[in-house]
């Protein structure tokens, strides 16, 4: 069963450092390009970074945490990370990873998605 | 503000069908396949269509995506409670990025 299970969630004070986990199993993780996507209560979905497979060659951000956040990989370990620096209470969300697929040359989706840990930054 | 634009809210009774559109750009739905997520309440999204109009299996026959041009819809038809939730219309943008819909609200009555 293909699976992803975030982990490194809790709170946070504005400024501070959190960095998230997800592990991956049932499927050859190195060759997939992996995302994370977030969701404040109460809120639609907000994409925040993708990393490319193996090579982790390309890296993309959103504008809202450029520079503040940094997307890595451990593909022997099956892991994905999130290492948050500089948190905002407007950070403050249930954070997913998910698998990134592709066919062809425009045909994108994002499957599956774990179940999510939530991060909140709270003075 | 969303990058892809969808109805707050949708509803219907059991057995009708709905359609939830979405409306993006040349960058993204213009470019690029739609998918379409199911959320509960306190679960992860659930994928329901992908390369806009591909069900993943398990999903049943009710659901299906079209898309044309900048826009994209998900139709339901046979309403079933189950089917209550939020649906996220979601593609790729050239811009090098993820770009999601708001979300609709779907209310079987």
């Known amino acids: 069963e293909v699976q992803l299970v975030e982990s490194g969630g809790g709170s946070v004070q504005p400024g501070g450092s959190l960095r998230l986990s997800c592990a991956a199993s049932g499927f050859s993780f190195s060759i997939y390009s992996m995302d994370w996507v977030r969701q404040a209560p109460g809120k639609g979905l907000e994409w925040i970074s993708y990393?490319?497979?193996?090579?982790?060659?390309?890296?993309y951000y959103a504008d809202s945490v450029k520079g503040r956040f940094t997307i890595s990989r451990d593909n022997a370990k099956n892991s994905l990370y999130l290492q948050m620096n500089s948190l905002r209470v407007e950070d403050t969300a249930v954070y997913y990873c998910?698998?990134?697929?592709?066919?062809?040359?425009?045909?994108?989706?994002?499957?599956?998605w774990g179940q999510g840990t939530l991060v909140t930054v709270s003075s | 503000q969303s990058i892809l634009t969808q109805p707050p809210s949708a509803s219907g009774t059991p057995g009708q069908g709905v359609t939830i559109s979405c409306s993006g750009s040349?960058?993204?739905?213009?470019?690029?396949?739609v998918n379409w997520y199911h959320q509960l309440p306190g679960t992860a999204p659930r994928l329901l269509i992908y390369?806009?109009?591909q069900r993943p299996s398990g999903v049943p026959e009710r659901f299906s995506g079209s898309k044309y041009g900048t826009s994209a819809s998900l139709a339901i038809s046979g309403l079933r409670s189950e089917d209550e939730g939020n649906y996220y219309c979601?593609?790729?943008?050239?811009?090098?990025?993820?770009?999601f819909g708001g979300g609709t609200q779907l209310t079987v009555l």
């Open positions: 990393i490319s497979d193996s090579s982790s060659s390309s890296i």
């Open positions: 998910a698998r990134d697929l592709s066919y062809g040359g425009n045909e994108y989706w994002l499957d599956p």
């Open positions: 979601a593609t790729w943008d050239d811009s090098l990025k993820w770009v």
């Open positions: 390369r806009s109009n």
């Open positions: 040349n960058s993204n739905i213009g470019s690029n396949t």
